[in-house]
């Protein structure tokens, strides 16, 4: 949870606690998110969509609450079962046998706010 608040910390400018349309838009660029620029006078139809899947009620703002929902709803889209998920954590122990996987192995393998998340 300290990881998505501390992106939300990072693009709240007026410091709110949440998130409005172009400070959720520009989180989402720096983490990565292939929007494109539409030219000026054509909607933006791909954040649009996003924010369909994010702010419900289109009050203007992303919540903390909502990002985090999101974000663990797109990471974790592409794992179709918990097998595939025990699978990519043994594939980060020494050996890829183990069936757990050691604090040490998680920051050898991650950033360390996700290693962190993660324990």
């Known amino acids: 949870k300290q990881w998505y608040q501390r992106r939300v910390r990072d693009f709240d400018k007026d410091r709110s606690g949440r998130l409005d349309h172009n400070e959720f838009k520009a989180c989402l660029r720096a983490l990565g998110f292939d929007l494109p620029v539409p030219q000026e006078d054509e909607p933006d139809t791909v954040f649009e969509a996003i924010l369909d899947s994010v702010d419900f009620d289109r009050d203007g703002f ?10 663990i709803s797109r990471t ?12 990519a954590f043994r594939s980060l122990t020494e050996d ?24």
Request: glycine share 2%.
């Open 62 to 71: 992303v919540r903390l609450e909502e990002y985090m929902q999101f974000m």
């Open 96 to 119: 890829g046998n183990k069936p757990y996987i050691t604090a040490s192995e998680l920051y050898a393998a991650m950033p360390p706010d996700q290693a962190k998340y993660c324990i």
């Open 76 to 87: 974790t889209e592409n794992v179709a079962s918990t097998d595939e998920l025990t699978e």
